[in-house]
């Protein structure tokens, strides 16, 4: 399959720099909501880019190098787990993608998003594509950078609460993760809600 096929279709109809849009953590029980926007120059070919579900944590860590470098643009953003809270896991995800596409530095004027969910971006036409991290390059490439800058982050927030064991299932509903929250109780870090549908 051509990664690059809806760039390359955004570019025949006229728009110059297309973003792809994704995001990371909208399942786990805690921590920040994170996304991506990434900007692709023409011509670039990123080999082995994919979803980033699919690659490996060492692979991710060595094409978030590659993409960060060769990017024409690139943001990362977030929602704290407090708007998860207070908007819903959603709107959050979505909140996080506007945020990625307005703190690029080059103004992106089309959108490719993982999903079937518009985030509005303002001033910014966009398309989304169900699988969009195994369908187009930009889309994955923002899928890596999400995934590994969160996974960062859960590790930062595993030296702070070493009870969880975050730094190994990021914040997923694993049965270490829950068995750990029965015995400690909740952290700051922890999506209310979300324990509140499991009962936790």
């Known amino acids: 399959m051509n990664m690059y096929e809806f760039e390359q279709a955004a570019r025949r109809e006229g728009y110059a720099a297309v973003c792809g849009v994704d995001e990371a953590g909208r399942g786990p029980l805690a921590g920040d909501v994170y996304a991506a926007a990434v900007i ?3 011509g670039l070919e990123l080999a082995g880019v994919n979803d980033s579900k699919k690659l490996s944590e060492k692979r991710r860590e060595a094409l978030y190098g590659v993409i960060t470098e060769q ?7 977030s929602a704290s787990v407090e708007e998860i809270e207070r908007l819903n896991i959603l709107q959050a995800s979505l909140l996080a993608m506007r945020r990625a596409v ?9 959108a490719l998003v993982d999903g079937n969910r518009d985030p509005h971006f303002e001033g910014v036409p966009c398309k989304t594509i169900v699988g969009g991290d195994g369908k187009s390059a930009s ?3 923002a899928s890596i950078l ?14 702070r609460y070493p009870q969880y064991g975050f730094e190994r299932h990021k914040g997923y509903g694993t049965q270490a993760h829950r ?3 029965l015995k400690y109780g909740p952290c700051p870090a922890h999506r ?9």
């Open 146 to 159: 999400a995934k590994v800058t969160r996974d960062r982050y859960m590790e930062q927030l595993a030296a």
């Open 40 to 42: 692709l120059p023409p």
């Open 192 to 200: 209310k809600l979300f324990l509140r549908r499991l009962g936790l």
């Open 139 to 141: 889309v994955a490439a």
């Open 71 to 77: 990017a024409a643009a690139w943001c990362v953003a």
């Open 102 to 110: 307005e703190g690029l530095g080059v103004r992106a004027d089309f």
């Open 179 to 181: 068995e750990a929250l």
